[in-house]
């Protein structure tokens, strides 16, 4: 994240990453709003892929944790 704010301010906002584990029905569920969507809207190519990297280390611990 820190990266992203020196390129987009407005990154800090985003910080830090939160993951939602809740119990529904019985299961487990995870979910998370991946940094790539929130800051497509600064159309910045330097940050998208940051964030685009960022997304893939999460997605690969929640792959890992399940």
Do not use: Q
């Not at 487990?28 to 800051?39: E, F, G, T």
């Not at 809207?41 to 611990?61: C, F, M, Q, T, W």
């Amino acid at each position: 994240m820190k990266e992203m704010t020196e390129f987009v301010p407005d990154a800090a906002g985003y910080a830090p990453v939160t993951v939602l584990i809740d119990e529904r029905d019985g299961k487990v569920h995870l979910s998370y709003d991946r940094m790539a969507s929130l800051l497509a809207v600064y159309n910045h190519p330097i940050v998208s892929r940051i964030a685009e990297g960022l997304d893939a280390k999460i997605e690969a611990l929640i792959t890992s944790a399940i």
